[in-house]
């Protein structure tokens, strides 16, 4: 495994231990678990493709008139 053996191994495991703590190993190991299942489901989802749009009625919009003339207001 990337060229280590089981001694340097153990000792990443002793300084991860003394980083993190006993108590918060459990819950980093929870953390990284419930990522990864999250991720392979997003996976697994993203393979479905794009969800086609939502078809759209057969009648066009009505369309504005123009304005025929614009009052300006006073200037004061």
Request: glycine residues 12%; aromatic residues 4%; negative net charge.
């Amino acid at each position: 495994m990337f060229g280590m053996g089981a001694s340097e191994l153990m000792i990443i495991l002793v300084i991860i231990l003394l980083l993190f703590g006993a108590a918060k190993l459990p819950e980093l190991g929870r953390s990284l678990g419930s990522g990864l299942s999250n991720f392979k489901k997003g996976l697994k989802d993203g393979d479905e493709g794009p969800t086609p749009a939502p078809p759209q009625s057969a009648s066009l919009p009505e369309q504005a008139q123009p304005v025929a003339h614009v009052e300006e207001a006073p200037k004061a």
